[in-house]
Nanobody, 117 residues
Framework: QVRLVESGGGLVQPGGSLRLSCVASGSGDRLDFMDWYRQAPGKQRDMVARISFDGNQWYADPVKGRFIISRDNAKNTVYLQMNSLNSEDTAVYYC???????????WGQGTQVTVSS
């Protein structure tokens, strides 16, 4: 079993930046992919960014050029640097890890990001 814990959310003004962190602990399974998702009130949960174990990245169109996903495999941690934030980025942000060998997904509990003046 893998446990994921997010941190770094909060209230930020439009145009500001935040960095989210997600630390994995538990069974020691390698998380081949680590993703960030977000869910705004009344909306579905959407993937924001993905990073593979060896660092390949993918971004959803709304965040391209503003968000950067990275990971430190030695620390079992994935980060999401969020820049030029706007009100549409307001959501609960979730970390997800995926292991290829058993096809399992692991979710964190989420961290709230609010962009408001």
């Amino acid at each position: 079993q893998v446990r994921l814990v997010e941190s770094g959310g909060g209230l930020v003004q439009p145009g500001g930046s935040l960095r989210l962190s997600c630390v994995a602990s538990g069974s020691g399974d390698r998380l081949d992919f680590m993703d960030w998702y977000r869910q705004a009130p009344g909306k579905q949960r959407d993937m924001v960014a993905r990073i593979s174990f060896d660092g390949n990245q993918w971004y959803a169109d709304p965040v391209k050029g503003r968000f950067i996903i990275s990971r430190d495999n030695a620390k079992n941690t994935v980060y999401l640097q969020m820049n030029s934030l706007n009100s549409e980025d307001t959501a609960v942000y979730y970390c997800k890890g995926h292991t290829i060998w058993n096809g399992r997904d692991y979710w964190g509990q989420g961290t709230q990001v609010t962009v408001s003046s």
